[in-house]
């Protein structure tokens, strides 16, 4: 079972920025791709952002292309979302998600493992 843990999130003004961190104690941390979600009032839950573990390349979703940066520290077993000129669209709750899948995983049911939500809030 992978535990992760959700830190960051806040409420911020438009344009402005915050970082998500998530944090797992599960040593085999390197081998899963690592991704983002989030979930507005009243919407589906979507993809943002996830970082391979093969390659650690990242790939995000278009509405936040450009904006997030996406990184992950296997010493430290961390992936960080680092959100910037944020959007009042951009509210929701967020959720880091691991994927034991090949490849680039972008559906929440390619997800096994999910940490707490997250609230952010831009303000407009």
């Known amino acids: 079972q992978v535990q992760l843990v959700v830190s960051g999130g806040g409420l911020v003004q438009a344009g402005g920025s915050l970082r998500l961190s998530c944090a797992t104690s599960?040593?085999?941390?390197?081998?899963?791709?690592m991704g983002w979600f989030r979930q507005a009032p009243g919407k589906e839950r979507e993809f943002v952002a996830l970082?391979?573990?093969?390659?650690?390349?990242?790939y995000y979703a278009d509405s936040v292309k450009g904006r997030f940066t996406i990184s992950r520290d296997n010493g430290k077993n961390t992936v960080n979302l680092k959100m910037n000129s944020l959007k009042p669209e951009d509210t929701a709750v967020y959720y880091c998600?691991?994927?034991?899948?090949?490849?680039?995983?972008?559906?929440?049911?390619?997800?096994?493992?999910w940490g707490q939500g997250t609230q952010v809030t831009v303000s407009s």
């Open positions: 998600a691991a994927s034991s899948f090949y490849g680039t995983p972008v559906l929440k049911s390619e997800y096994g493992y």
């Open positions: 599960e040593r085999t941390f390197s081998t899963y791709t």
């Open positions: 970082i391979r573990w093969s390659d650690s390349n990242p």
